[in-house]
């Protein structure tokens, strides 16, 4: 798993948080997914965490879009929002229906400390910062997960978790990975230069890049606690 | 006319800036539009300008999902700049090709102070403010153009710019204005409370809208003069 | 101690919140330095992180100028600013001088999780919202070391931490926390009313409180693990 | 008058709008203050809508404040916050009170819409992008009136304007233009590298200084026009 077909920048960020992106996407929770030993408990608590991440993930994804500088870098923030707020919310919405939690139920989580300190931190990097510093912290999920269910789709050995892991294993998902991977790259070269990973922000970018991997390893190991 | 059926407070912003919102939907260059006497010269600048706008009008709706507090207000905010970046900012390009002015001159076109004054004061007042300050802020546009279309539909005596009051005169963008005006209602109802004209943020907030209307009257202007 | 005296608005927020203050407030890191028991490298390992805290907590302060309305908000804004990035944080640089850990030592303190997730939250609370929803994130870290360093000055039975607890404790602190409680005060008056504890968004300014109070304690506690 | 002195990047982005900026430093405006022709009613509007747009930006330097990404970048925009609020615009408040405009009518002001666009541009170039944009759109304003200061207080003819005249001619004014030039400098080197002019955000830089410079134009333009 190279993550090189996300594009040039994040394999590059990636590389620059090697073992960080391996505890992350290596995560026990992660594990309990591909063989189905996680227990249920474990795999709703966290499912309305995520929840609650998403309706502050899409803002973020919405501050993209106001950080824009060309129609494209709009389009792609813009159909990201979309998928997010229309279309996986709604998932969630469904396996958390599915499994007994109302909306109302799901609408009440309480937001759980390393939850609250991922998405702030991704919004308020974007705030402070241009569409890169933005980009750098949004990057490690969207890559991540698509990372994360590509390999589950091919390792699993349970079906218990098989709806989650082809959410992000199929086309779609992988897709708006790519998207993004692409976004990621010309919005560098725009701003910086093809030779971006030689500008003196390169290292604060993989920095960002880096504390939102930590942050989704704080997030696995959250769910792990109901 | 008189603006009811876009909610109670923007019926009520609108009566507090009467004269104003006169000066902007009975425009010369409205009246322009309504027996077809508005040059083309003058309506292809300002069609050119309007796109320059739209950008940065769209990147204001995107403002809003950020701001929002519920999915409601996320969802309604989303509607409308997917209707803005998909499908209003196309429109424009297509007229303009019609036009002969091609995609590329579209984009390059220089922008006017009266133009940039308006969306920064937009865009400012929803980054200094809550979603409240932003919507009213937003409103004057959305609204007002549903008006101007309206009216137009019933009152032209030309077919010179039918497409275009056609466009705001239609069913589609008749039902976001009243999805803007539903959205500053429950916006409004929910931080203030039901009688949020007898709250001390009413006068600063129709200032806001009053302040916008303004600028729209400066933009009709500017349009007259290529 | 009741808090009265820092103004009405903080001690209903205060109220509302009494078992978080509570543990805030009395949290065994604030007794370890009222009699002497907390170990040096605690104390050394809190102040080196509460330096990082400081240079984002003086960053949501400028935020809060950006917020001002009046030029009353502007000043005390301003004035809060100067005495955080002027005073406050040589104070930390030269106790930290003294205990042999120098300056690009401390510079280069890397940042701790609890550390980040609370000012990445008060920053995303003022860039999302208005001056009242920052104001409501910065007050428990003012006031509430107010309290501390108030009540530790009458009760401290050890000298250990005697400077620290003199600082905060001390006239100059005490008018800057009462400074803040006039801010509040009026900030809540001019927007809301004066009975703005019946207003629709009081339930979320202190939703806002409550959490930055929580991260206090967060923040103390990761104060005893270096 | 060459402008090197207020360092590097300001000489070059200068140059890049060379000739909108002689339009701005040599507007009639300020040859009525060097000669002492311009009608004191003139005179007394500007400084109004000048008291307005101190307000406003002072609020753009405190976000200098939030954007910044080191001490020195802190300090330095700390402390010209503090000069416009502390001293220049209690300036503007004893010059209109020697004139016999009260402090309530000076805060009255009704702000025009040259001052409008100006101010929000700056505000949201700065929400949009990072420190690089903002002092991009607050450079042209600072050196602006230095480089004024300082030739109209060797060239003047009249003794009218002369308070004014050496409020931007001495020493304090002037060290304040060097600070915010050096400031420039290393943020561009941090961010960028010492060659900044050949990064691909350099034209984008410069398009912003520019804008600024024309909004100065047009501010001159409506201090002529009470």
Redesign the interface.
Known sequence: MSGHHYGRAFALMREASAETWRDYTRHAFVEGLKDGTLPREAFLHYLRQDYVFL?HF???W??A?????T?DE??T??GT??AL??EE?QLHVGICEAAGITQDEL?ATPER??N??YT??V??AG????LL?LLAALAPCVMGYGEIGSRLGAEATSDTYRDWIDTYAEGDYQSACQAVGDLLDSAL?????ADFEA???WD?LCHTFR?AT??EV?FWQMGLTP
Chains 1, 2, 3, 4 share one sequence.
């Open positions: 309706i899409s803002r973020a919405a501050l879009v106001v950080k824009s500088e129609h709009m389009l923030a813009v929002v979309n707020v229309a919310m609408f400390a390393e609250l300190a702030r931190f919004l308020e705030y402070s910062g241009d510093d070269t725009r701003r910086i230069g500008s003196p922000r604060r504390t930590e942050l704080n």
